[in-house]
């Protein structure tokens, strides 16, 4: 496990283009051994959080620590100690899986021994070992998502940033990844995650914050969430609609299957 107990802290995060406040004054932190859910409806500014967090768009303002180097002053620093698996990599299709893997692997510099015994394991484990040799161009958008896990499992960095996991896995691929993210975590991995699946969020997270209109909601763990939204033994998903307004949709499903 890393030394520093606080693996992420993000303090008062803006970001705007032009007239639109996309995130505003954002907060939190990530602890190690913990997944934290990043959760809001579409356009809340959870992708744009998390590309400031990768180093991919600069803050308006606002401070980023990544395993106590911050963002702005140490960003090769940050980068190194983070893993990120975005929703829709962009790989070189013209390369083979193997030979991306090689290219993360000295980015990184990673050790020889690690990057083969790493490779080995993971490539077998996503069934992607007799594709290594393919070229990517020829991989279907579920074995991309797994080619890009894979570059980022291979190593052991202190910090996973995930944006929508899931998209295009089948189901055992997706059991698989939840269970790999537990047991990073179990080892000390900080995971931040976003995802629309609040069933995954419900099962793999440690302590969820909503977003919505570029602000944190509200933030704590599922017994947190439920005193705030009132509801009590509820789903992730009833106190979601709760809390961000949208309990009319509720109302609207039921008149639905009523007319039916």
């Not at 991919?56 to 702005?72: E, F, R, Y």
């Not at 983070?82 to 899986?97: A, M, N, S």
């Not at 106190?239 to 008149?255: D, H, P, R, S």
């Amino acid at each position: 496990m890393t030394k520093h107990m606080e693996i992420l802290n993000i303090s008062n995060l803006s970001k705007r283009f032009g007239s639109h406040q996309a995130v505003d004054d954002v907060s939190l932190s990530v602890n190690a051994g913990e997944i934290y859910g990043f959760l809001g409806p579409n356009g809340a500014g959870k992708t744009t959080t998390i590309k400031m967090l990768a180093g991919l768009l600069k803050p308006d303002k606002g401070a980023i620590v990544i395993d106590g180097h911050d963002l702005s002053g140490e960003p090769a620093a940050c980068k190194q100690a983070t893993g990120y698996i975005p929703d829709r990599p962009w790989l070189y299709e013209k390369l083979t899986g193997m030979e991306f893997l090689q290219f993360i692997a000295s980015l990184y510099t990673l050790d020889r021994d690690r990057f083969d015994a790493s490779t080995s394991h993971f490539l077998k484990l996503f069934d992607l070992d007799e594709w290594r040799n393919q070229l990517i161009e020829s991989y279907s958008h579920g074995m991309r998502q797994k080619l890009i896990m894979t570059s980022v499992l291979m190593q052991d960095q202190p910090l996973i940033i995930i944006d929508e996991p899931m998209v295009g896995l089948d189901p055992k691929s997706a059991r698989l990844v939840k269970e790999l993210f537990k047991q990073r975590a179990a080892g000390g991995t900080a995971i931040f995650m976003s995802t629309h699946s609040l069933e995954i969020a419900e099962e793999l997270c440690h302590r969820i914050a909503i977003i919505t209109d570029g602000r944190i909601l509200t933030t704590g763990t599922m017994e947190m969430l439920r005193a705030e939204a009132g509801k009590k033994d509820s789903n992730l998903e009833d106190i979601f609609l709760e809390l961000t307004g949208a309990w009319e949709l509720k109302e609207v499903i039921t008149a639905i299957k009523e007319e039916k």
